[in-house]
Each structure stands twice: as structure tokens, then as C-alpha cells.
């Protein structure tokens, strides 16, 4: 998790967008691990992997926006990665955590990107 944390923070701080490959390549990557790793995530991974699932919807989502030949890929890319936005919000929740924690720690993340 942390190496694909720090591959979306090269990204943030890029000037220019990143290709539908490398989009895609990255996000296969996120969900591959969230697919073979969620159950042990402990909750600083948790926080971690809900921005990350957040950061690569929101992107996903104004891509698909844009007429071109990869928008309904786009558009199912955020659909899932809003989905685990959503599973890793609920573990947190679950861990004991408050939305306004939740929130608090993604803000600190973004703040130190």
C-alpha cells in the first residue's frame, strides 16, 4: 500500500495528466491489492487506502465526463473505486473511528502531499 501511496502523490504533484495506460495500469494495481490485502489492513492503511480510492474516483469520474473512446472505461473505474471507497470508510467506522476523524486524517494526508 505504501508504494501505491506514493506513486499517487508523484501524481498529484504532476502538471500534466497521465495517460489512460498508466491511469489504467495504476488503477489495476489499487485493485488488485485491495482485493488480496483488505482484510489486513490495520487502520493507518485503511485511512491511506480510502484516499487513495477517493483520489483515483474523482479522477476517473472527470475523465468519463469527457467524450472519447475510454469514457465508459473510466466510468467503470470510478463506479468500483467508489465502491471501496464506500467498504473502507464502513471498516473505519467498524475500527471505532468517527467520520469527522475519517475526514480529519484524509485532509492531514492531503495537507502533506
Keep these: 500500500m505504501e508504494e501505491l ?3 499517487l502523490r508523484g501524481y498529484l504533484k504532476m502538471d500534466e495528466e497521465i495517460s489512460f495506460e498508466e491511469f489504467s495500469n495504476y488503477y ?3 485493485l488488485d491489492c485491495f482485493l ?3 482484510q489486513d489492513f490495520d487502520v493507518e492503511t485503511l485511512i491511506k487506502a480510502r484516499y487513495i480510492a477517493s483520489i483515483v474516483n474523482a479522477n476517473a469520474v472527470s475523465r468519463a465526463k469527457r467524450e472519447g473512446p475510454n469514457a465508459k ?3 467503470k473505474m470510478a463506479e468500483k473505486m467508489n465502491f471501496w471507497a464506500g467498504a473502507l470508510n ?3 467506522l467498524e475500527n471505532g ?3 469527522q476523524q475519517i475526514d480529519a ?3 492531514e494526508l492531503s495537507a502533506g502531499i
Design 36 to 38: 488480496t490485502e483488505y
Design 28 to 30: 489495476q494495481e489499487v
Design 97 to 99: 473511528l468517527t467520520q
Design 5 to 7: 501511496f506514493e506513486r
Design 105 to 107: 486524517a484524509e485532509e
Design 73 to 75: 472505461k473510466y466510468k
Design 90 to 92: 464502513y471498516r473505519l
